[in-house]
């Protein structure tokens, strides 16, 4: 039930109730854990998010509890984990994916350089490869 490729990214939603653990991979997926019921710190796998193209390369949670991924397919998807109904998560069995933004990214010496995706109020920065794109009013 884990990922077929190297994980390259975590983010963590400590929110009680909609709590959550989602890891991105290589796989083109994205995969969120929610806290198992007899607690000990384990996760079981409550749904796969399969809609990007390419390498998911970076995560991040919002102030308002929704994901925020990365890939390499050129763009950023916000996710309201608390609006998908499991299994199978997308935007074509449930209203979970808010919003599709787009970046150019321009060509680095490798393809995976170390992404980061960052937060700040209402503001979402993304660095990858050589570039650093910024949205405001997420």
């Known amino acids: 039930s884990g990922h ?3 994980v390259n990214a975590l983010a963590f939603n400590a929110k ?3 709590g ?3 890891s991105a991979s290589d796989d083109k997926c994205i995969k ?3 806290a198992a019921g007899g607690g000990g710190g384990a996760y079981e796998l409550t749904g796969t998010i399969r809609e990007h193209r390419d390498w998911v390369n970076a995560l ?3 102030g308002r509890g929704h994901l925020i991924s990365a890939s390499s397919d050129h763009t950023v998807r916000i996710w309201d984990i608390a609006a998908a109904s499991g299994g199978e998560i997308s935007n074509n069995n449930n209203k979970s994916l808010l919003k599709t933004l787009h970046f150019e990214d321009r060509p680095a010496a490798m393809p ?3 992404w980061s995706l960052l937060v700040h109020g209402n503001e979402l920065v ?3 490869s050589k570039d650093i794109e910024i949205w405001v009013n997420i």
Do not use: P
């Open 112 to 114: 995976f350089s170390g």
């Open 60 to 62: 991040a949670v919002n």
């Open 16 to 18: 009680k109730g909609n």
């Open 4 to 6: 077929e490729h190297n």
């Open 126 to 128: 993304l660095a990858s």
């Open 20 to 22: 959550f653990l989602a």
């Open 32 to 34: 969120v854990w929610s």
